[in-house]
Nanobody, 111 residues
């Protein structure tokens, strides 16, 4: 059974930083593509960042230069380092590993 456990969300002031983590189990993590999506209030879910099994990364234009996705295959974990946070980054953030989704973690950025 695949499980994805997210952590690291919370409330932060604009300009601050947070690091999200997503620990996977029940899946061969090292060969799986991973990513982070977010769903702002009242809006559709959108891709934030993606990292392939080989380490190739893709970012949404809105987060380029501020967010960094990384993965640690030894820990079966994918991370999202978020710096210079803005109120418009407020959303529920979801990790993905292969075709599986985490439960989501709330990130709220106050102005």
């Amino acid at each position: 059974q695949v499980q994805l456990v997210e952590s690291g969300g919370g409330l932060v002031q604009a300009g601050g930083s947070l690091r999200l983590s997503c620990a996977a189990s029940g899946i061969i993590f090292s060969i799986s593509a991973t990513g982070w999506y977010r769903q702002p209030p009242g809006k559709q879910r959108e891709l934030v960042a993606h990292i392939s099994s080989g380490g190739r990364t893709i970012y949404a234009d809105s987060v380029k230069g501020r967010f960094t996705i990384s993965r640690d295959n030894a820990k079966n974990t994918v991370y999202l380092q978020m710096n210079s946070l803005k109120p418009e980054d407020t959303a529920v953030y979801y990790c993905t590993v292969s075709t599986f989704w985490g439960q989501g973690t709330q990130v709220t950025v106050s102005s």
